[in-house]
């Protein structure tokens, strides 16, 4: 079994993280969702320099499932452009990398 990905992704409100994250976990995209509130980010877009509040996601799921959350992120984010960054987890808890991966696999087909 590989070990897991840290995913991170960031979204305009609470609300829509929520959405997003539970659409995730319910169709076994992801294992776990965190939401942490109060991130200000600056940053490029469209020519301009942009500041915003934001939420980030912090999304727990293994590498056979990424290619599936990314398209699924993309179909139901508000952003033109979402960021959506996957991270390798090199070391943990063996355990907790087990229930990931249980908490991942699909009872059926999945559509994105």
């Given at each position: 079994?590989?070990?897991?990905?840290l995913?991170?992704?960031?979204?305009?409100s609470?609300?829509?993280?929520?959405?997003?994250?539970k659409?995730?976990?319910?169709?076994?995209?992801?294992?776990?969702v965190?939401?942490?509130?109060h991130l200000?980010?600056?940053?490029?877009?469209?020519?301009?320099?942009?500041?915003v509040?934001?939420?980030?996601?912090?999304?727990?799921?293994?590498?056979?499932?990424?290619?599936?959350l990314?398209?699924?992120?993309?179909?139901?984010?508000?952003y033109?452009?979402?960021?959506?960054?996957?991270?390798?987890?090199?070391?943990?808890?063996r355990?907790y990398?087990e229930?990931?991966?249980e908490?991942?696999?699909?009872n059926?087909p999945?559509?994105?």
């Amino acid at each position: 079994m590989e070990n897991p990905l840290l995913v991170f992704v960031t979204v305009p409100s609470q609300k829509e993280g929520e959405r997003i994250g539970k659409k995730l976990v319910e169709q076994k995209l992801a294992a776990c969702v965190n939401i942490i509130p109060h991130l200000y980010s600056i940053f490029s877009w469209q020519g301009k320099i942009t500041e915003v509040d934001e939420i980030l996601l912090l999304i727990k799921t293994m590498p056979d499932r990424f290619e599936t959350l990314k398209q699924k992120i993309k179909k139901i984010h508000s952003y033109d452009v979402p960021e959506i960054i996957a991270l390798p987890v090199v070391a943990g808890d063996r355990n907790y990398f087990e229930w990931v991966y249980e908490s991942t696999r699909p009872n059926e087909p999945l559509t994105v």
